[in-house]
C-alpha cells in the first residue's frame, strides 16, 4: 500500500472541482435513476459510458462511480414510499421500509436507509481500498460446483422472508422456481414454456416481473382503500438517523456491510442476493424476530447497508483481476477499456495512480451520497403526503413507463399489468411476494451451474461434494435452513402468547 | 379582397407544407439505431461509438435503442419490421445467421437490406497459462491421450463461440465437453479460475487476462495472425485448415428508398474511417472489416450456408 499515492489520489480527486462536480453530477443522477422504477444503475452508467469518449480517465470514472454508488441508494426510497423497488437490489428494503412508511415513520426510514447506505458504502469502499488482495482470490475460486451451492444458500433464506406462513412462502418460492424455467434452457438452447412467442425467450423480464409484483399489486389494493382510508400523518423532518436508531443497528450495519461486501466480491451475485441474506441473518439473531416484517428499522440498515457494500465489493475482482462482479462492473470494464485501461493485474503495476484514484472517487462519491441524500430525502418523504387519488395515477404511470423502458418491449408492459393482478390476488390472500424474486434471481444461477456441473463431470454426483466451499455453503444451507423453521416455531409461540394475553387483557 | 389574400395565403402554405418533404434532403429528423444486445456489453459500445462519428455526417443526433432478449431475436425482428424510411437502423450480428438453423428465429438475412460490415473478429483457442501445452497440436495430442478431460466454455448454447470450438474439435478429431455460459466473460472467469481447460471466443474478450499472464492463445481462427499478438500463430499454419469469425453491421428493414439508403451507408462509412473511431477500436481491440451493401450482401449469404452446414454437422440445427 503506497500512502503517499493514496493522499495524492484524494487531493486529485476532492480539490479539482471537475471532478468533484463530475461527483455530485453522477450522485444525484444516480439517486433519481435508482429511486425510479425500470431504470437502474447498471442502465445510468451504460447510457453515460459514451459520453466518457475523450473526456480524462479521472474525471470520467468519477461520475460513472458516483452514479453506482447513488444507484443503489435511490433503490431503497422507491421502496420504502411506494413499495416499489426502484432496483432489484432495493427488493428486500420493501419488507421492513414500506410497512414503515405506512406508519407514517418515511423520514425515519429513508434516513435510516441513508445512512445504512453510506455506512455499507463505506465498509465496502475501504476493504476494496485496503485489503483487495484478500479478498480477490475469492472470486476466482468460484466454480459452476461453488455457485450451485452460493444459488441453494440463498434460497434457504425464502423461509425468513415468508411472512406468517411456511407454507406459504414456499408455494410463492416454487412458483418463482417455475417462472424462472419459462425461456431457453440455459445447456441445450432449446426454447421452454414461450408457446412460440419470440418474447418469452429470455423468460419473464425480471425489472417489470419486480414492478407487477410489488408497485401496481399495490396500487391495485390502494384503489380499493382509496377514500376509505385516512391520509398517512407523516414526521418527515427529520435527514439523519436518530442515535438510538443507530444505537439498534449498529451490529446489524456492521454484519451485512461484511456479507454485501464478500457477496459482491463473488461474480455473478449482486446487492439483490446479498441483501435478502442480510435481512435474513438480521431476523436469525434479533432478540425479537416476530417483529420482522411490521416495520423494524433494523430490517432497513440491514438491506440498505449489504447491497451498497456490495459495489465496493463488486470492484474488487474487477480492479485486481480484470473480472467484473456485477452487471454494473461489466459495464464499468467497458469504460475502462475505451479509457486505454485494460483492469487486471497490469493495471496494478503500471497505472497505480488510476486504481488509487477510483479508491479516493468511491469514498468520495459515499460522502456526496450523505450529502445529497441528506438535502434530499425531506423532498423525498413529502411523496406519502400526496393524495391517494393523484399519486395512483402518477406512479402507474411510472411503472408502465419503467416496465418498457428497460428494453423497448411493449410485451413487457402487459406482463407489468398481468403480474401486477397476480401479485394483487397473492397478497389478498396473504401469500408473500418476496420468496418469487429471491427463486426468480436464484433460480436460473442453481439450474444452470447445476447443468454445467454436470456437463463437466459427465453426470456424476460427486461432483458437488468434491469442493469444500461448496459442500461449506451447502451445510450452512442446511443449519440457516434448520434455525429458521426453528426460529418460526419461536415466532408462531410469541404471537399466540402475545394474542392470548390481549384476550385475556380484552375479557378482563 | 380579404378573403381573397386569405385563399391565396392557405393555397401558399398547403403547397408549402407538401413541398417541403419532397425538397428537404434526408435526414430532418434525429435517426434511431437498433442494438439487440444490452446496453454496456460489446456490440453496444461499438455501434455508440460508430454513432457518435455517424452524427456528424449525418446532421441528425442518432440515438441508439437497446431491444435485447432472446438471444439477439427481438432486436433483429424489431428491425425487421420496422418502417422502411431509413430513421430506423439497427445493427446486425452473427446470431442473424445461427439462430435460423436452430428454428429460433421464422426469418433470416433475406428479411434485411444489409448496409455494411463493421467488424470480423475470429475466434482464438485460449487456455491457460500454466498449462502443458503450448501448440494447437500439442493441446490435440493431450485431448487425444486424456479423453473426456477437455471442457471448453462458450457465450450461450449455439452460439458463435459454441459452434468454433465444435468445428475445431471436430476438424482435429478430438472429444471435447461444451459447456456453455451465459455471455463469454462468465466462461473467461472460469477458465482464469482454473475450472475450465480452453475457451474459444475473439482475442477482445481475452485480451486483458493474456496480457495480465494469465492465459495464452494457441492459435487463431483467422487466415492472418492477429495485430495485437503477431506472436501467435494461425490454425492454418498449425495444420487445421478453420477461419472462423464474429460479425457485425448495420442493416435495413427491407424497402428503404435507394437515395435514403446510399445516404446512409455514405455516411456510416465516413464514420468508420474518423480517427476517432479507428482510436477506439484500437484499444477495444477489435479488427474493422469494412464491407459495401453489396458485398456484405453477398458476405451473408456465404456465411449463412457456412454457419447453418456446420451447425447441422455439430447437431446444433433443428432437423
Known sequence: ?508 | MKRRTMLVGIAALVTGVFAAPAMAAFPEKPITVICPWSPGGGTDVLLRALSKEAEKFLGQSITVVNQTGGAGAIGHNAIRAARPDGYTVGMITFELNSLPPQGLIPFDYKAFDPLMRVNADPAALTVKKDAPYNTLKEFVDYAKKNPSEITIGNSAPGSVWHIAAGLMADKTGIQVKHVPFDGAAPAVTALVGGHLKAVAVSIPEVRGQVQAGNLKILGVMDTERDALFPAVSTFKEQGVDVAFHTWRGLGLPKGVPADVKAKLADSFKKAMETPDFKEFLKKTSLNPAYLGPDDFSKFLAQNYKDVEAVMKGLGLAKK
Open chain 1, 1 to 508: 500500500m503506497d500512502f503517499g499515492l493514496l493522499f495524492h489520489s484524494f487531493g486529485n480527486v476532492m480539490l479539482d472541482w471537475h471532478v468533484l462536480l463530475a461527483i455530485f453530477i453522477g450522485v444525484t443522477g444516480g439517486i433519481t435513476i435508482g429511486a425510479l422504477p425500470g431504470l437502474t444503475a447498471t442502465m445510468g452508467v451504460a447510457l453515460l459510458v459514451p459520453f466518457t469518449f475523450g473526456r480524462p480517465p479521472v474525471e470520467s470514472l468519477a461520475m460513472l462511480l458516483g452514479i453506482y454508488c447513488g444507484g443503489m441508494y435511490g433503490g431503497s426510497i422507491s421502496a420504502i414510499l411506494i413499495r416499489t423497488p426502484g432496483t432489484p437490489a432495493a427488493a428486500a428494503t420493501v419488507l421492513e421500509g414500506y410497512p414503515m412508511g405506512q406508519r407514517g415513520e418515511a423520514g425515519r426510514a429513508l434516513a435510516m436507509a441513508l445512512f445504512a447506505s453510506f455506512s455499507g458504502g463505506m465498509i465496502g469502499a475501504l476493504i476494496m481500498t485496503f485489503l483487495s488482495p484478500f479478498v480477490a482470490g475469492v472470486a476466482l475460486e468460484f466454480s459452476y460446483v461453488e455457485y450451485f451451492a452460493l444459488a441453494l444458500f440463498g434460497l434457504s433464506v425464502i423461509i425468513s422472508i415468508s411472512g406468517t406462513s411456511i407454507i406459504k412462502g414456499i408455494m410463492s418460492g416454487f412458483f418463482g422456481l417455475l417462472l424462472s424455467t419459462i425461456g431457453m434452457d440455459p445447456i441445450s438452447g432449446f426454447p421452454r414454456f414461450v408457446f412460440g412467442r419470440m418474447d418469452l425467450m429470455e423468460g419473464p423480464a425480471f425489472i417489470p416481473t419486480l414492478i407487477g409484483l410489488f408497485a401496481v399489486a399495490e396500487l391495485f389494493s390502494n384503489i380499493e382503500k382509496m377514500g376509505v382510508t385516512e391520509k398517512i400523518q407523516a414526521r418527515i423532518g427529520q435527514f439523519l438517523p436518530s442515535w438510538a436508531d443507530i444505537k439498534t443497528s449498529a451490529n446489524n450495519i456492521g454484519k451485512s456491510s461484511l456479507i454485501g461486501t464478500i457477496v459482491g466480491a463473488i461474480p455473478g451475485a449482486g446487492g439483490d442476493i446479498a441483501a435478502f441474506v442480510s435481512y435474513a441473518e438480521a431476523k436469525r439473531s434479533s432478540k425479537h424476530p416476530e417483529k420482522f416484517g411490521t416495520g423494524l428499522i433494523e430490517g432497513v440498515a440491514a438491506t440498505e447497508s449489504a447491497n451498497n457494500a456490495c459495489s465496493g465489493g463488486a470492484m474488487i475482482p474487477l480492479l485486481s483481476l480484470g473480472v467484473p462482479g456485477d452487471a454494473v462492473t461489466a459495464v464499468l470494464l467497458g469504460a475502462f477499456i475505451i479509457q486505454g485501461l485494460q483492469p487486471g493485474p497490469l493495471l496494478y503495476k503500471e497505472h497505480l495512480d488510476v486504481v488509487y484514484n477510483v479508491f479516493a472517487s468511491m469514498i468520495v462519491a459515499n460522502v456526496a451520497m450523505l450529502i445529497v441524500g441528506a438535502v434530499g430525502v425531506r423532498f423525498f418523504a413529502k411523496v406519502i403526503g400526496i393524495q391517494k387519488e393523484i399519486l395512483i395515477p402518477i406512479i402507474f404511470v411510472l411503472s408502465l413507463v419503467g416496465s418498457y423502458a428497460m428494453r423497448q418491449n411493449v410485451f413487457d408492459v402487459y406482463l407489468t399489468i398481468g403480474f401486477g393482478v397476480v401479485g394483487y390476488i397473492m397478497q389478498r390472500y396473504h401469500y408473500p411476494l418476496s420468496p418469487i424474486l429471491l427463486a426468480l434471481i436464484l433460480g436460473p444461477m442453481a439450474e444452470s451451474n447445476l447443468r454445467r456441473s454436470m456437463v463437466v463431470s459427465g453426470g456424476d454426483w460427486h461432483i458437488l461434494f468434491s469442493r469444500p466451499i461448496a459442500v461449506g455453503l451447502m451445510v450452512l444451507a442446511v443449519a440457516f435452513l434448520a434455525a429458521s423453521v426453528w426460529n418460526h416455531k419461536r415466532i408462531e409461540r410469541r404471537l399466540t402468547e402475545a394474542k392470548l394475553i390481549a384476550a385475556e387483557g380484552a375479557s378482563a
